[in-house]
């Protein structure tokens, strides 16, 4: 469909295998672009003159007469301002039903960005869930994923997090989303009034598995577009990237690799962490932020993909169901962001640091209690107050239906913190605590 | 020169068709118009070479011309070294243009317009061997000393020395002669290939002194040599980099070098912009001043990432030879591994445990032995002290990395989920951890030396209290509070205080993130006397309040400037609680 006359047209296929195809041709280029028939297809091996393509949507029905075009280019997006407001397909063509997006023509996956032209991330990210903001703190040219099990309502929590965060543009890279899950995406950019800023790259399952492998790189190349040359703070939502990595590892499989743990290519480090380390802060004022989805199975985090994940990302935000409360929280002693002490204390009022510590602490000692319980012994009236407290605190703080400035979350968890405990107990320097202890001794 | 054609790719495996000699871990660049793509020969079979790419390989195709250099991977060493931020393979990164990182661009690592005062320390007629002391510049505060070529064979006779003056990195400062009557001028740099070990010293003896860093769970309990080795495994979110960045800034060291291996470059970034502003404690100057940092993070180019530490090793063995003590962090050496893994992976080599190559074990222990402390041949003392972190995969201590490790470094920093989850950092295990040091004669020696006869004895009592804890803690758990007998309570509650008092420390308070000698052994005798106490008490339910209010004192101490006023009020109301529980 994209030949052009001047192009060479391969037209003897050697090999097939379900994913890939080998042919002779001279001249080619490692990740160059390729048309198979009506199919994308990307250079992955050369071997003297076998070219091996990856055919993204599969080579069922490929035949050995195939036409194949070499395009001389790795994978490229268009960018421009006319970005904004539109929905792609893996390939960065529209789905929306406009036109094509005409621009500058920018290689996808590029290089990185050299670390001492980046700048410290600093700037507290408010998203008015006392999960995050309270205890894991987000910052601008911050990457982090949620951690939850497929049962968990990570989009809403993610599109929640996206609607409250006050980027220029927000660019959703979907990754196997349900249809309905793009529906939803879709329909809450809308209502909020926020379609203008937002851009969408989009594989549902009713897409090829392979394809998937584009998206966070165009999602990200518009990213840069609108971070550098128009300095803007960028927020980019990846969801699913355990459904990215199962791509990895079909691709690998299919390249007879020898895999590593569950199953995993060998480079799955290097791979997400090509991804993930575009989120930057830029000395000009733009920003790239990256909010992820690695979805779990069983809140199992020792699984490859999580593990890697966590390895790479600044922190995660951990999703648990609070049967004490019924409800989803932020579970403050799995989720950790990294970044959060360049604003703690910093940006936000000086008791944060230790009334967050404080209030996990005691969060612990419940959890202990609680075991106890389970195990059937009798509990102490300390245990008894930090059960209490527990319940307090998840309900009013760690519910991702918390909606609260900074200031009166920590104003919350004094309270709470006075009416069960003694100063003593909750621990915090005296300096502070005089300031902000209403309580008795 | 050997040169060659590209005749395939794989990710960055290229392999070269050559028509001359080609050698192992030789340097090639694949020549792609403008571009040069530096790589390293990793298997030669007949006349095909396979090297690994330190670049993208984004578009390299068959017939590309290949240039082999006709050595390994080296480094430039010479004075300027210190407040540098490389790439793994030494480029100066701030020498770089634009913001991103361009394909191809090699940046040199010195810097040829400075002028340096060199002062002779040899004269004309001096016998001149490898590593000898010709003279010295000041870099920054270190006095960098000018050395004779490591590579260096025999006995040389110094011709020439240049007068005291300034000179650049260029210019002759030396020539010397040997008997045939060869002659070479030597200017105040030299190049070394990082992959081997610069031995240019008398002896490597066994540590004897101990590397202070601030940290009482590692400086009390479990003390790193000056010129030992260390690890620090521990699953992500328990606190490694914090670890390492608090012992960098406080470490005992004279010269810091650290090398981000594959981490986030966001960590980096956080060491670029408050290193410069740190003042180190030791000189009065910045921090800065006296750390290299060697940067592949974890989304530059897999191969280089293996790179990087040997060359950060590498500019580490060269201050030592100056007779300084150097410090080098890594972080991590798992990704390092990694790296490792994806190329023997793409050799298609018979895999190891969970796909790394067979020769893991052999490689890291390799690179361990390069620290320790040296005599060198003019009888001064230079050390390298090496602490990595590991990265186990699903934070399981039993993977090949962390095994493979623990055979080679002799202080075990494990990290511990459990105490992260309840922030009592850092998160190092009190029980799990050990240092091997604290076993050796001549650490004994010197530690009886510094802080008393008792010390080391003292230090076990406590340890061997943080076990007695947990077993009470786990008959508690078992039997409920009213099973047990009271004693288990306070047997619990004292390991409590251990842990509160000496174990945990806030790398984020201004005074708390640094204990001193001084105050390290005044914490250990305080401890060692709440613990050494018999308390009575009536039932368990007093046990916890009563040690609750000592902790807090305790800690609040740790959040004063030692022996300041506030500190001594803090103390005094210890002192009440302590006579309080006399009477009760």
């Known amino acids: 469909m994209q030949s052009r006359a001047f192009q060479k047209i391969h037209t003897k296929v050697d090999k097939i295998t379900k994913a890939t195809i080998t042919l002779k041709a001279t001249d080619v280029g490692n990740e160059e672009m390729a048309w198979v028939d009506e199919r994308l297809a990307q250079v992955v091996k050369i071997n003297g003159n076998e070219v091996t393509l990856q055919i993204f949507v599969g080579t069922e029905g490929i035949s050995t007469d195939a036409q194949v075009v070499f395009l001389g280019k790795p994978p490229t997006l268009k960018v421009s301002d006319d970005l904004a407001g539109r929905f ?61 099990d497929s049962d968990q309502p990570y989009n809403e929590v993610m599109a929640k997090v996206a609607l409250k965060a006050k980027a220029d543009k927000i660019i959703l890279g979907g990754m196997g989303l349900s249809n309905d899950d793009y529906l939803y995406f879709k329909a809450l950019f809308e209502n909020a009034g926020a379609l203008d800023k937002i851009i969408s790259f989009i594989n549902t399952t009713e897409n090829p598995p392979v394809e998937r492998l584009l998206v966070p790189d165009l999602a990200l190349t518009a990213a840069e577009y609108f971070a550098v040359d128009k300095n803007e703070k960028v927020l980019v939502l990846l969801t699913d990237m355990t459904l990215y990595a199962d791509a990895l590892a079909i691709v690998s499989n299919k390249m007879d690799q020898i895999p590593s743990k569950d199953s995993m290519p060998g480079s799955l480090y290097s791979d997400l962490a090509k991804v993930y380390e575009k989120a930057v802060q830029f ?26 994940t966590g390895y790479i990302t600044e922190g995660q935000l951990f999703l648990r169901t609070d049967t004490d409360i019924g409800k989803v929280i932020i579970d403050p002693f799995r989720s950790l962001s990294r970044l959060k002490q360049q604003v703690i204390g910093k940006k936000t009022r000086e008791d944060h640091g230790p009334v967050m510590n404080a209030a996990v602490r005691l969060y612990a000692d419940a959890a202990e209690a609680k075991t106890k319980r389970d195990n059937g012994f009798d509990l102490s009236e300390y245990d008894v107050r930090t059960i209490n407290f527990a319940r ?50 | 020169m050997t040169t060659g054609k590209v005749t395939g790719v794989t990710a960055n495996l290229i392999t070269v068709e050559v028509d001359g000699p080609v050698s192992q871990n030789e340097i090639a660049y694949i020549l792609m118009g403008e571009e040069r793509l530096m790589s390293e020969v990793i298997r030669v079979t007949g006349n095909t070479a396979s090297v690994q790419c330190f670049e993208s390989t984004r578009g390299v195709r068959s017939g590309l011309p290949v240039e082999f250099a006709g050595g390994m991977l080296e480094v430039e060493l010479g004075p300027g070294l210190l407040s540098k931020n490389y790439d793994g393979l030494q480029n100066d990164l701030d020498k770089k243009e634009g913001l991103f990182l361009k394909r191809g661009e090699y940046t040199s690592p010195l810097d040829e317009e400075i002028q340096y005062e060199f002062t002779p320390l040899a004269a004309s007629g001096d016998t001149v061997i490898a590593g000898h002391w010709l003279g010295e510049v000041k870099e920054n505060w270190v006095n960098h000393k000018i050395m004779a070529p490591f590579t260096l064979k025999g006995e040389w006779k110094l011709e020439s020395i240049a007068d005291k003056n300034h000179y650049t990195i260029r210019d002759t400062i030396a020539v010397i002669t040997d008997a045939d009557g060869e002659r070479r001028e030597l200017t105040m740099t030299q190049r070394w290939p990082v992959k081997v070990p610069i031995k240019v010293y008398r002896e490597k003896p066994r540590p004897f002194r101990l590397m202070y860093t601030g940290y009482r769970i590692m400086d009390t309990f479990n003390p790193l040599a000056e010129g030992g080795t260390g690890f620090i495994p521990g699953p992500f979110g328990s606190g490694k980099t914090v670890v390492q960045h608090t012992v960098s800034k406080n470490a005992s060291a004279d010269i810091i070098i650290i090398a981000a291996c594959g ?44 790179a990087s530490v040997y060359t950060a090793m590498t500019i580490g063995e060269y201050y030592r030879q100056m007779g300084l003590s150097v410090l080098l962090l890594a972080d991590s050496t798992s990704r390092w591994a990694q790296a490792l893994r994806e190329m023997s992976n793409r050799l298609e080599e018979l895999p190891g445990p969970d796909a790394f190559p067979m020769d893991l074990s052999a490689i890291i222990a390799n690179f361990y032995s390069r620290a320790g402390v040296v005599y060198l041949n003019n009888g001064e003392t230079g050390a390298v002290t090496f602490l990595g972190t590991v990265s186990p995969a699903g934070g399981n201590l039993k993977e090949p990395v962390t095994e493979s490790t623990k055979k080679a470094a002799q202080c075990f920093y494990a990290l511990s989920q459990k105490r992260a989850d309840s922030k009592r950092y850092p998160a190092i ?37 943080m076990l007695r804890g947990k077993e009470a803690q786990d ?84 959040f004063c400037e030692f022996d300041s006023g506030q500190f001594k009020e803090f103390e005094s109301e210890l002192q009440t609680t302590l006579n309080e529980g006399e009477v009760a």
């Open chain 2, 429 to 465: 295990d009190p029980q799990e951890s050990y240092s091997k040091y604290l076993e050796s004669p001549e650490i004994r020696s010197f530690l009886t030396e510094r802080s008393g006869e008792n010390w080391v004895a003292d230090v076990l009592s406590l340890k061997n209290r």
């Open chain 1, 88 to 148: 792609f397909n893996a390939y960065g063509r529209p789905i929306d039903g406009g036109p094509e997006v005409e621009g500058e023509e920018r290689e996808i996956g590029g290089p990185s960005v050299n670390p001492v032209r980046r700048k410290q991330p600093n700037q507290l990210i408010a998203t008015g869930i006392a999960g995050i903001d309270l205890n894991n703190t987000l910052v601008t040219g911050q990457k982090i994923p949620f951690f939850a």
């Open chain 2, 475 to 558: 008959q508690i758990s078992i039997l409920g509070d009213d099973g047990v007998p009271v004693d288990y309570h306070v047997d619990f509650w004292k390991s409590e205080v251990i842990d509160a008092a000496l174990i945990q420390q806030d790398a984020f308070d201004p005074i708390d993130r640094f204990a001193s000698v001084d105050r390290q052994e005044y914490g250990l005798k305080v401890v060692k006397e709440i613990c050494d106490r018999d308390f009575s008490f009536g039932s368990f339910e007093e046990v916890a309040p009563y040690f609750k209010k000592l902790i807090n004192s305790l800690k609040q101490m740790n």
């Open chain 1, 283 to 308: 000395p000009a004022g733009g920003s790239i932020t990256i909010i992820a989805v690695t979805t779990l199975s069983g809140g199992d985090i020792t699984h490859a993909i999580p593990d890697n």
């Open chain 1, 392 to 441: 307090q605190y998840s309900e009013s703080l760690l519910a991702i239906d918390v909606d609260l400035d900074i200031d009166a979350m920590l104003d919350v968890t004094w309270r709470l913190l006075e009416s069960h405990f003694s100063l003593d107990e909750v621990g915090i320097k005296k300096a502070v605590s005089d300031k902000y202890w209403q309580g008795g001794e």
């Open chain 2, 263 to 306: 981490e986030r470059a966001n960590e980096v970034v956080e060491i670029f912009a408050e290193f410069p502003e740190l003042e180190d404690p030791r000189t009065g100057r910045k921090l800065f001043e006296r750390t290299t940092i060697i940067c592949n993070t974890s989304n530059m180019p897999v191969a280089a990432r293996e």
